[in-house]
Each structure stands twice: as C-alpha cells, then as structure tokens.
C-alpha cells in the first residue's frame, strides 16, 4: 500500500476560523511533510517531521501550526489565514527522511481563504 | 537552491520523443522526477542517485550526469497519457529537503 491519504479535499475558510488539515499513512514511513502549491508553480516545502519531531520549519509564519500525534499522523492546525494563503497543500511520507528516498504525496487538500 | 528545468513547455503529437533537462549550480545528491496532472497530486516517476546512473521504466527513462549536475528525462514515442507537468526535485544527502524546479508542461496531442 504507497497510499498517502488527506482530508478534507476542499475546504472553505474565513480569516478569523480555525481549521485543521490531516495526513494518514500506512506504509512505515518514519518521515512526513508538508508542501503548499501554488497555481503554474512546484511545491514548496513548509515542514517535516522525522520520528514524530519537527526537524524542518522553512521560516513558515505561526499561523500554520503542524502536529504529528504518532508516526502514521500528521495534521496542520490552520488559523487567521490570509487569502493569498489559498494553495493546494500537499502531504508526502518516505521511509527514513534521507534526501535519497523516494516522497509519496497524497492527493492534497484545496484551500480557499475568503 | 531550485534547480533549472528546460525546456518551460513542449507540444508534442502522439508516438513523438521529448527530453526534459534539469540542471544544478550546487551539488546535487539525487534527482526526482515526478509527473502532476492539472488537480492532481505529483506522481513519483524514478529517482536517481549521486555515482551517475541511468533508469528506465517503460518508455521513459532518465540518466543523471553528477560532474554536470544535470539530469535528462527521456520519454519515447509519447503517448496522451504522458501530458502533465513533469518537475524535477533536488535531494540533499543526508537532509531531508526535496527542492523542485519550476516544472515542465508537456502536453500530448492525437
């Protein structure tokens, strides 16, 4: 199973909410991050998590908060977005974390901040 | 730093070749190649290895040129399946940064 799960697919989001975006894994990846794509553009590494801990924050701003509650986890608590935060945010996992091994990305969560 | 794709797009009718280049001004450790069609996530192609190696798989197959810091991506006698964006990722050593280049569009016309 390479599959990378995310949820929700879309979402809709006022700039005063709070929302929360998740990640699942099966595969025994001990390595998951997170990658906000913009339109005509690649994906953009925002965090990742080795064992279970932040190892990589590119300098996102703290209204993106990550989280990984166990190896198989990992969410991104969303708060006072702006709407130029409005992206397909990507999940990807891979085995250990190494820059040698191949990422699988889920399919992405669409986000809209109105 | 991101690497440098070219060509930006390329228009192909079906059973044609087509190669896509990716370049490097740092050392590159390894090259991932990844497919993304429009709304979807990106879809691991092959990955290459710092020591200069050739993959194939199908018809498409890419080889990495460590003394250059270029890698090629080669797809014969394209099919329609094929159109996406095809980017290529630089890998660190031992870190566990992934830098994508600015992306390919190919698309595959009848």
């Known amino acids: 199973d390479t599959e990378v799960t995310q949820t929700p697919k879309h979402l809709v989001m006022g700039m005063t909410n709070k929302k929360s975006l998740k990640c699942e894994q099966h595969?025994?990846?001990?390595?998951m991050y997170w990658y906000k794509q913009k339109a005509k553009k690649p994906p953009e590494l925002m965090f990742v998590?080795?064992?279970?801990?932040?190892?990589i924050n590119e300098s996102v701003p703290s209204r993106f908060s990550p989280e990984c509650p166990n190896s198989s986890l990992l969410n991104l608590h969303l708060h006072a977005l702006q709407p130029e935060d409005s992206a397909l945010y990507l999940c990807?996992?891979?085995?250990?974390?190494?820059?040698?091994?191949?990422?699988?990305f889920g399919p992405g969560t669409r986000l809209l901040v109105l | 730093q991101q690497p440098v794709q070219s060509p930006q797009a390329v228009i192909l009718r079906e059973g044609e070749d087509a190669v896509i280049n990716c370049s490097s001004s740092?050392?590159?450790?390894?090259v991932h190649w990844y497919r993304q069609k429009h709304g979807e996530a990106p879809v691991f192609l092959m990955i290459?290895?710092?020591?200069?190696e050739q993959k194939g798989h199908e018809k498409i197959s890419a080889s990495f040129n460590e003394k250059k810091q270029q890698s090629s991506l080669y797809l014969t006698a394209s099919q329609l399946s094929y159109s996406g964006t095809y980017f290529c990722?630089?890998?660190?050593?031992?870190?566990?940064?992934?830098?994508f280049g600015k992306g390919t569009l190919l698309t595959v016309n009848p």
């Open positions: 990807a996992s891979s085995p250990e974390g190494q820059g040698r091994e191949t990422q699988y």
């Open positions: 595969m025994g990846h001990r390595a």
């Open positions: 998590y080795s064992y279970e801990k932040l190892s």
């Open positions: 740092k050392a590159l450790y390894s």
């Open positions: 290459l290895l710092k020591g200069g």
């Open positions: 990722g630089a890998g660190g050593g031992s870190n566990y940064k992934l830098t």
